[in-house]
């Protein structure tokens, strides 16, 4: 299974990025899709995630309104669309991939329940 995100970079706060992650070898399908994002020294934070049919979705409280994930199977790709940038976005952004699905209902915020990952891609906002 590969995860590969792109789309990070450099941005000045209020400006836009769109975050996108190519899976292959893996029914994307059946899989929940989910970002994460770290900054060093810190844990790992889970930003959002979307269902398997993308009828349901979960963003952290601090980009709420700000981002939106989605997602398209035909081309084993999600995306994280970032508006509103905030200084404290900064980060590098990780792609996850959930096969262990009890409910398409829930997605799972804490990073052990996810099973795949990708390298990270870094969004850094300026002041």
């Known amino acids: 299974v590969q995860l590969q995100a792109s789309g990070g970079g450099l941005v000045q706060a209020g400006g836009s990025l769109r975050l996108s992650c190519a899976a292959s070898?893996?029914?994307?399908?059946?899989?929940?899709m989910g970002w994460f994002r770290q900054v060093p020294g810190k844990e790992r934070e889970f930003v959002a995630g979307?269902?398997?049919?993308?009828?349901?979705?979960r963003y952290s409280d601090s980009v709420k309104g700000r981002f939106i994930i989605s997602r398209e199977n035909a081309k084993k790709t999600v995306y994280l669309q970032m508006n509103s940038l905030k200084p404290e976005d900064t980060a590098v952004y990780s792609c996850?991939?959930?096969?262990?699905?009890?409910?398409?209902?829930?997605?799972?915020?804490?990073?052990?329940?996810?099973?795949?990952w990708g390298q990270g891609t870094q969004v850094t906002v300026s002041s």
């Open positions: 996850a991939a959930k096969s262990r699905i009890l409910s398409d209902t829930r997605i799972d915020t804490a990073g052990r329940e996810w099973d795949y």
């Open positions: 070898a893996l029914t994307f399908s059946r899989y929940s």
């Open positions: 979307i269902a398997r049919s993308a009828d349901t979705t």
